[in-house]
Structure formats: C-alpha cells, structure tokens
C-alpha cells in the first residue's frame, strides 16, 4: 500500500498573478464608486486613501481521490479599500 501525506501547491510566480488580482480589485472598486456617485448625482475625484488587503491564494480541487490526483485552479485573490473625493 502507498500512502502519501501532506501534499502542497505553490504558484510558480504568486508576484505576477496578485499584481493582476490588484489591478482587478482596484478597477472593480473604481467602477464600483463611479456607479455609486452617479446615483447621488456626483462624479468621482481622486482617491485619497487607498488601502490592501495581504493578497492571498487558494487551490479549488475538482476532484482528490487516490491514488490519482485530478487537475484544479488556483484562486488568487486581492481586497483594496479605496476612498475617492466627490466633485
């Protein structure tokens, strides 16, 4: 009998893919307050705070079974806080 204990994943480059998962979360939360100040009759200013989140991320397994091992995605993930002026 085989037995195996322990296995891990790890992204060949995580700097690369949570970089893009920031420009994502920070264009998400830039249309995000363009819609809000829209609804209150306001346009958007410069942020004047922004903040992140640590950037993490995670493996979503299709399927784990023994003794194969079937393919998945990794899940990068990035939360900013931005707060913008009102014109």
């Keep these: 009998m085989n037995r ?14 949570q970089s893009e998962a920031r420009l994502k979360a920070l264009r998400a939360a830039r249309e995000k307050a363009i819609a809000m100040a829209t609804e209150l009759g306001q346009t958007i200013g410069k942020p004047w705070e922004v903040t992140e989140a640590t950037a993490n ?17 990794v899940i990068v993930q990035a939360a900013v806080r931005v707060r913008f002026q009102l014109e």
Aim: glycine share 10%.
């Design 4 to 17: 195996v204990n322990g296995i891990s994943f790890a992204i060949a480059d995580p700097k690369k893919y």
């Design 57 to 73: 991320w995670s493996l979503r397994e299709e399927q784990l079974s023994a003794p194969a091992i079937a393919g998945g995605e």
